[in-house]
């Protein structure tokens, strides 16, 4: 436990002591929220059917703990280039301790940054949560899923060596999971191609679970979403520590 401890409590205070990335995180999904919001909102008003504010808001919160999550795995490349990637794994410590405090620390930075995002869309877009009762459950829907992204993030940072490659390998997963959630739009009556895809995208499990524990009418928790979610965790955790072992020391 001292191990997930520490170096949880390292990844928090590599983000935190660096501003522009802390200013970047919060900026990009805030700039969404608005852009979005205020766009398309009139739009779904005049349909009718929607409040496209309550609809948004657990789409940007998704989108946050996605791209919060998964950049973590950067911090593994740097490592791996000023060698305290391997002063960890040589020490008298699990790699699986290591891999998970990696990840739960990359998890709650994502998830932080996913309240201040629906601290702003509550204040600034008028954002209401379903009842105040869910706030607890809400928070740890946001952590497995910001943990389900970490995990994914760093397994596959673990296999990537080129820095600079590693932001390109990230945008070109991040984009299509964050487009084909339903995090901006309605999925429901998409071609079946394009159907089939969503379903096999993890972001779509993490929005509907985000949706429907924080707008209480949707459905509360979904609890096949859950199962969903923790499935894929304890995949990539085998999977993460497989590829942790074979680190050459």
């Known amino acids: 436990m001292e191990v997930i401890y520490m170096m949880a409590l390292r990844q928090m205070k590599l983000f ?21 919001g205020l766009g398309f909102g009139p739009v779904f008003e005049q349909a009718g059917d929607i409040d496209y504010i309550q609809y948004l808001t657990p789409g940007i919160i998704g989108m946050s703990l996605l791209f919060g999550s998964m950049m973590n795995g950067m911090s593994i490349i740097w490592d791996k280039k000023f060698g305290f990637l391997k002063e960890t794994l040589v020490a008298p410590a699990s790699r699986v301790g290591l891999l998970i405090g990696r990840c739960l620390g990359g998890a709650i930075t994502a998830m932080l940054q996913g309240l201040i995002v629906f601290a702003l869309s509550s204040i600034v877009m008028g954002y209401r949560l379903g009842h105040i009762g869910v706030v607890p459950l809400f928070i740890a ?28 390998v990230m945008n070109f997963l991040i984009l299509p999971m964050f487009f084909l959630s339903g995090a901006i739009f309605p999925i ?7 159907a089939t895809l969503t379903s096999f995208n993890p972001m779509t499990y993490g929005v509907n679970l985000l949706r429907a524990t924080m707008n209480v009418e949707a459905g509360f928790l979904n609890l096949f979403d859950l199962f ?22």
């Open 16 to 36: 935190y002591r660096s501003r522009p990335r802390v200013l970047g995180s919060i900026a990009q999904p805030t700039l969404f929220l608005l852009a979005l």
């Open 141 to 168: 829907v946001m952590l497995v899923i910001a943990m389900l992204f970490s995990l994914l993030g760093t397994v596959i940072a673990a296999k990537v060596d080129d820095m600079e490659a590693f932001p390109t």
């Open 188 to 194: 429901e009556n998409l071609p079946p191609f394009v």
């Open 228 to 249: 969903i979610l923790l499935a894929l965790i304890t995949i990539l955790l085998v999977i993460g520590r497989s590829v942790f072992k074979k680190i050459e020391t």
